[in-house]
């Protein structure tokens, strides 16, 4: 069944114009009038829904049943990945929502070679939560993942959380999956570098503000590699995958 995200109140028994991004991708599909859909708004459980009519630019539906149902992780955790080149975070982003990560923090590191000012910073985000409710909508999750704004690697570090952060860096002397095997599911904060890493100025600040330096192994993986296999491992470990 189609699932779509609606960013308003729903209900039982509600008439509704579905927003236009989603009208236009029931148009795209040819979905007919009587069609069975879900639709969620993020603040849990999902609704089946029914195209009611369907005009040029409008779709219309009607909200039949309520499931409480939920696909979320019992621990939350955070991927704090660093501005990798190109459009590589669309990629990191999507994955990430479907590995169950309930935030996505980008940084802007010293090594970034992508450099954002306030308004390519601004167009970017409204990118990135496309691709968050799109990965959403895909991956059956009924939460919206939170996305923070770009922040400077130093000041986020510097920034008070009850969360662990995990530093994952070559540097590591312990690894990512011993850790996971000898501590409880816990919230908790992933920090990725950049395609040249962290510098160790930049590693040394974060461990001296609570992070834990832990490594993925002997092999050296890529920024865009390196927070999606430690999700994977981590879910493996504690048991949700």
């Known amino acids: 069944m189609p699932r779509f995200y609606v960013s308003t109140p729903l209900e039982i028994g509600q008439q509704l114009a579905l927003p236009e991004q989603v009208a236009h991708h029931v148009q795209v599909l040819r979905l007919p009038a009587g069609t069975p859909i879900t639709l969620f708004n993020g603040e849990g459980g999902e609704y089946t829904a029914t195209i009611s009519s369907i005009e040029k630019k409008r779709v219309n539906a009607e909200i039949k049943t309520f499931s409480p149902r939920e696909v979320e992780l019992p621990y939350a955790i955070t991927l704090a990945q660093a501005l990798p080149e190109s459009s590589k975070l669309d990629w990191i982003i999507e994955k990430a929502v479907e590995l169950g990560a309930a935030a996505i923090q980008p940084l802007a590191a010293q090594r970034c070679v992508v450099r954002l000012n306030s308004e390519r910073a601004e167009k970017k985000q409204s990118h990135w939560q496309a691709v968050i409710v799109a990965a959403a909508e895909q991956s059956g999750r009924n939460r919206m993942p939170n996305l923070a704004a770009l922040t400077p690697f130093n000041d986020w570090v510097r920034q008070q959380d009850l969360h662990k952060r995990i530093l994952l860096s070559p540097r590591g002397e312990q690894s ?51 927070g999606l296999a430690a999700l994977a491992a981590i879910n493996a470990i504690w048991g949700e995958m």
């Open 176 to 226: 990512l999956s011993d850790w996971a095997r000898h501590h409880p599911p816990q919230a908790l904060a992933l920090l990725i570098g950049p395609e040249g890493g962290f510098t160790e100025a930049e590693e040394d600040t974060a461990c001296a503000h609570g992070a834990l330096m832990l490594s993925m192994g002997p092999r050296i993986l890529r920024t865009e590699t390196a």
